[in-house]
Nanobody
């Protein structure tokens, strides 16, 4: 079991930046792929970015490419999402997720992830 806690959300003006962080605890001795998802009111939860345990595989959804950067520090058991050039469409609850990494592929579906944080809200004002 691994527990995930997100931080760093808040209210920001359009064009601004935020950095989200996810701290993992529990069975962090195992290898986990990590991902950030987001869910806006009335919409499905969608993947934003994913990163393999060793950082060799990284994925961004098209809408955030060039604006967001995902990174991880396995020594600190943290995964960060640096978000810049934020716009109103980025307003959503943002969730950190983890799954055991078999190093074969990077999972992109929410059903592939076993562990979830409680989420942190990002609100972008126009």
């Amino acid at each position: 079991q691994v527990q995930l806690v997100e931080s760093g959300g808040g209210l920001v003006q359009a064009g601004g930046s935020l950095r989200l962080s996810c701290a993992a605890s529990g069975r962090t001795d195992r290898r986990y792929a990590m991902a950030w998802f987001r869910q806006a009111p009335g919409k499905e939860r969608e993947i934003v970015a994913a990163i393999s345990w060793n950082g060799a595989m990284i994925y961004y959804t098209e809408a955030v490419k060039g604006r967001f950067t995902v990174s991880r520090d396995n020594a600190k058991n943290t995964v960060d999402l640096q978000m810049s050039s934020l716009n109103a469409e980025d307003t959503a609850g943002h969730y950190c997720a983890a799954r055991r990494d078999d190093n074969r592929y990077l999972a992109l579906r929410k059903t592939d992830y076993n562990y979830w944080g409680q989420g942190t809200q990002v609100t972008v004002s126009s």
